[in-house]
């Protein structure tokens, strides 16, 4: 929600994600492939990822700043948080343990 609200969600780009990703999900999940091809589908798909991750990483261009992006916290704000999360992360290791 915090993205639509800034004007970083385009609905344009959403709505087929949105509307196609139920059924196809669905679908996905009622055809079973034997291991064999599974493990090549994905690792084709992992191949092509870090391809496009070194091309992207080798980019000499850098991309267009965000609009209405807020600036990242000063070093103060950080150090003032660190408590918080640090606190969260026992409280949450205690109650999986």
Do not use: E, K
């Not at 679908?27 to 870090?50: D, K, Q, R, T, W």
Request: hydrophobic share 50%; charged share 5%.
């Amino acid at each position: 929600c915090q993205f639509w609200r800034v004007g970083l969600l385009s609905w344009r780009t959403f709505y087929p994600f949105g509307v196609l990703g139920v059924p196809f999900s669905l679908l996905g999940g009622a055809i079973h492939v034997p291991p064999h091809a599974y493990y090549a589908i994905v690792g084709v798909i992992l191949l092509l990822s870090g391809l496009q991750m070194a091309r992207s990483a080798t980019r000499t261009t850098a991309p267009a700043p965000c609009p209405n992006r807020a600036a990242a916290p000063s070093p103060h704000a950080r150090a003032a948080s660190a408590p918080a999360w640090l606190n969260a992360m026992i409280l949450d290791s205690m109650a999986t343990s």
